[in-house]
DNA sequence: AGAGATACCTGGGAGC
DNA sequence: TGCTCCCAGGTATCTC
């Protein structure tokens, strides 16, 4: 299921293979994922070159050179893959991009929880507008110890919900939250206010040591999510506690525990996280 | 205002 | 075997 990492990933690759191209056609075939898909064909996305495709959060930004975007979050299951003409249609395959190249660019999405929005930018390269109110990259220099201390210092929630907010930093999700929070041997139990600031510390540069590890293995791969090329991310085999539940801690033996947080599972060591 | 719950959606697995 | 139930996930939106 695709986080940070996988949005990333797929992000350079939709660069190279439609960066110069422009659509010669869009095809829909549902109503609606997350939101309704019609406006995609009356939004002037036709014969306009793709300037660039970059990344912000988890979304993945298509811009066009008449400064109209299209942003496209994933959400769990969502894909891209490059097809040809004649390719036989997918189950879930929602949306068909055709280039000027003759060749094919494919959404599929099984459980729908994605998006495809179009934006109008204020300049090009800006950031669009639905995007506004995103908290800072992980990987940026803007995510520092200070900054994480003075987020969670006002917050009550436990820190692994404060850490997977977007309002505080983007990209973190359920399994690059357990894994951080192990490495970092912190409770994600653990009220967001009562961290100290040095575990603040451990904890920016534990997560971004994860995401950056998981970037470089090409994205954890779960049923759904594939590179355009349809080969796999290799992130997967490296967690550590994720999907664990009574197995053993790698650190200490003791077995994995699990704990619901905001409707969402949280996996952790009970004797080596505190 | 902040925090918690819920809807959205499908496939796969467990249990009967 | 076939049925029902539950779970997974991020985000928007609702309620308290």
Do not use: W
């Not at 995609?40 to 990344?55: C, F, I, K, M």
């Not at 000027?100 to 494919?106: F, H, I, Y």
């Amino acid at each position: 299921m695709p986080e940070l990492p996988e949005a990333h990933t797929v992000a350079n690759a939709l660069n190279l293979f439609l960066q110069g191209h422009s659509f010669e056609k869009i095809e829909i075939f549902i109503d609606k994922l997350r939101y309704p898909l019609a406006p995609l064909l009356d939004a002037g996305l036709l014969n306009q070159p793709v300037l660039e495709v970059r990344r912000r959060a988890r979304y993945i930004i298509i811009e066009l050179a008449n400064r109209r975007a299209l942003v496209v979050h994933l959400g769990m299951t969502g894909v891209f893959r490059q097809s040809e003409p004649g390719d036989e249609r997918r189950k879930h395959e929602h949306v068909i991009f055709h280039l000027d190249n003759g060749r094919q660019l494919r959404f599929e999405c099984t459980r729908r929880f994605s998006s495809i929005t179009v934006c109008e930018l204020d300049a090009p390269g800006a950031e669009p507008e639905c995007l506004a109110a995103l908290g800072v990259e992980p990987l940026s220099t803007d995510f520092t110890a200070a900054y994480l201390y003075r987020e969670l210092h006002r917050r009550k929630c436990p820190v692994k919900i404060a850490l997977m907010d977007n309002a505080v930093v983007v990209g973190i999700g359920n399994i690059y939250a357990a894994e951080t929070f192990f490495k970092a041997r912190i409770s994600p139990l653990r009220p967001a206010h009562k961290l100290t600031r040095k575990e603040c510390a451990v904890l920016v540069e534990t997560a971004r040591g994860v995401l950056a590890a998981a970037i470089e293995a090409g994205g954890t791969t779960f049923s759904d999510y594939r590179q355009l090329d349809g080969t796999e991310g290799l992130f997967e085999r490296e967690l550590l506690v994720y999907g664990r539940k009574g197995e053993p801690c790698t650190a200490c033996g003791t077995p994995i525990t699990t704990a619901t947080q905001g409707g969402r599972t949280t996996f952790y060591c009970p004797k080596c996280q505190h």
